[in-house]
């Protein structure tokens, strides 16, 4: 296989030698022409007038942004139709890889949710439902995702606050008291303890007789992107890339319905990845588990269709826009040319679209609900994905109120309904700015994407701190950018006027939640079958130490009530925990 550098146009058909000069002409009378309006028309304008700006620039990547665009920007970095846009539902999929977009159905509407125990969080999770969604994100606390019950002392105050608090299969079960018939989208957020996540899920799901044929079943098992800037990781790298694996492999032998793995690259715009590094940090961190997977016996055409990402739009609505398209066609030419990928279904990108959280703000926050709107409508306008999920307007404060609920839940459909920007497919293609910017992001993207593979790959990137230092310096970069003004936010560095007292809904926790958590659990402990408990982790242990797949082992611990933080540690005193060298953390 080459060089990411070295993927060619392949297809690409050379036109005739009389087009190519009737082409050429054009583009010569079009280059006088624009000289002509610049001196003529634009030139005396603006000198008389001046510009808001001393530069126009993109916010995430610093690129000039040009007054006009023509078709010389597009004959200037070789743009060809059938190569760099296509139809939609073909390679290479820059245009969607739906050939009908969303005329035929809409997007999947979907919001994440996760607080409290099990029995709180199914209450919200109904009240969501019933307000038209159709997918569910469950994130878990701190102490779940960091491998720790409830009850251990480093936790305290932590429990249910950032998600749901999940023990044991216990938990679960009462979470999983929905109208299964309503939710058509769950996606499972718990990374580094993924296999006992999934252990539990699966035999919860039996529990409660739920058909795991009906639901459409996500878990992230995005372990590596934990490592460069979220820092919810328990195990060192290598050993987190295995656990996932494992989880990768099991479902596809035993639920291939399911999706085994969703890439979050939106992790990654919070920690201030610009959009190309956005880009390739994620490839590339897909192509570990990828060689992972082709290691174990898989082959690409089967692999690839389970992969799925998680994509933000920022506020700079035309490179949010751009990335998403980028982004397919990147994903496209990488899976077919680089990997040797035969089958379409193999080279489509597969991605839940959101609004940034990180443009969201706790002054004024009742401008989130506009940031939201324009957001959700540059995903629609790139295609949107399968599901797209909003944040909503008080995350900044706190969980979420019902009533931010229901108006994330209504700007999706006001998006969908009442503007038309989903009637037609792709509607932006063609235009010389937007052809000319996704083409600039899906050049520099494999640039990235080569040099980080030079380096051993994504794995060998993070352990070496690599992605960690870029995202430290982009995090610098935009800070000072915020700090001198030269980019403005609305009520924090931009039209910031003293706010009158106004009163919020702010949702709270129950105070008596934690101890009623921790009493629950110590409950657990003294009825179950102990005994069976200590067996069973022998058995993770042994997988852990053995090289076998670690879901088995740890489905039959959850279903003896093993819980959560005690399957954790015996994976930890096989693999041992991860220490960041403050050197190259980075964020």
């Known amino acids: 296989m080459g060089k990411v550098e070295e993927i060619g146009q392949a297809g690409t058909v050379e036109p005739d030698a009389d087009a190519r000069e009737s082409e050429t002409a054009a583009l010569a009378r079009l280059r006088e022409d ?34 006009l665009y023509t078709p010389l920007d597009l004959a200037e970095s070789g743009f060809d139709y059938a190569t760099d846009a296509g139809f939609p539902g ?155 694996t494992d989880c990768f492999e099991y479902i596809v032998r035993h639920h291939p319905h399911w ?35 082709l290691a174990r016996g898989f082959d690409i055409d089967t692999l690839a269709p389970y992969f799925h ?30 990997y040797g990928a035969t089958r379409p279904e193999a080279m489509k990108l597969r991605v839940m679209t959101s609004p940034s959280t990180s443009s969201l703000t706790l002054q004024q926050p009742l401008n989130n609900i506009g940031r939201l709107a324009i957001m959700a409508t540059a995903c629609a306008l790139a295609g949107a994905g399968e599901t797209m999920t909003t944040p909503l307007h008080d995350e900044a404060h706190a969980l979420p109120a019902e009533d931010a609920i229901r108006v994330g839940a209504a700007i999706q459909h006001l998006v969908a309904h009442e503007t038309g920007v989903a009637d037609t497919i792709d509607p932006l293609a063609g235009s010389y700015y937007v052809e000319s910017l996704t083409r600039r992001i899906e050049d520099e993207s494999f640039a990235e994407v080569e040099r980080i593979m030079n380096m051993g790959g994504a794995l060998k990137a993070i352990e070496q701190g690599y992605f960690q230092r870029e995202l430290g310096n982009e995090q610098y970069r935009r800070q000072r950018e915020m700090e001198q003004g030269r980019r403005k936010l609305v009520g924090v560095n931009h039209l910031v006027v003293p706010e009158p007292k106004r009163e919020m809904e702010i949702w709270r926790l129950d105070d008596e939640m934690e101890s009623q958590q921790v009493q629950k659990l110590k409950a657990l402990r003294a009825r179950r079958d102990n005994a069976a408990v200590q067996v069973a982790l022998e058995k993770v242990r042994e997988a852990a ?43």
């Not at 490179?319 to 040319?337: N, Q, S, T």
């Not at 082992?553 to 279903?559: E, I, R, T, W």
């Not at 959560?564 to 015996?570: I, K, P, R």
């Open 90 to 244: 073909e390679y290479p999929f820059t245009r969607g890889v739906d050939p009908n977009g969303n005329r035929s159905r809409l997007w999947t509407m979907a919001q994440v949710t996760g607080f409290g125990k099990g029995m709180a969080w199914a209450k919200r999770a109904r009240y969501m439902l019933d307000q038209g969604l159709q997918g569910l994100i469950l994130e878990y606390d701190l102490p779940t995702t960091n491998g720790y019950d409830s009850d251990n002392p480093l936790v305290a105050g932590e429990v249910g606050r950032a998600g749901m608090a999940l023990d044991s299969l216990e938990d679960l079960e009462e979470a999983f008291d929905l109208p299964f018939d309503k939710l058509k989208y769950l996606m499972s957020v718990c990374n580094a303890p993924q296999p006992v996540n999934l252990a539990m899920i699966i035999a919860a799901l039996e529990k409660k007789g739920v058909d795991p044929g009906q639901l459409a079943l996500h878990i992230v098992n995005g372990i590596l992107i934990e490592y460069t800037c979220v820092g919810r990781y328990i195990y060192p790298p290598g050993h987190g890339l295995r656990i996932a």
């Open 545 to 587: 130490r053995t090289g076998a797949n670690l879901v088995e082992p740890c489905l039959a611990a959850v279903k003896v009530y093993a819980t959560h933080g005690e399957l954790c540690d015996a994976m930890r005193e096989v693999f041992g925990v991860h220490h960041a060298d403050s050197q190259t953390a980075g964020v």
């Open 259 to 293: 999706q085994p793995i969703s890439i979050i690259a939106a992790q990654l715009q919070p920690a201030r990845a610009n959009v190309v590094q956005e880009l390739a940090f994620s490839v590339t961190i897909a192509m570990a588990y990828i060689d992972a997977m």
């Open 309 to 338: 990402f998680v994509i933000n739009v920022d506020m700079d609505f035309f490179e949010g826009i751009c990335k998403l398209r980028a982004f397919r066609k990147v994903w496209a030419r990488l899976m077919k040319e680089r």
């Open 34 to 67: 624009k000289a002509r309006w610049q001196q003529e028309t634009r030139g005396p304008v603006a000198a008389a007038q001046g510009e808001r700006k001393e530069s126009f620039r993109t916010q995430t990547m610093d690129w000039e942004i040009k007054p």
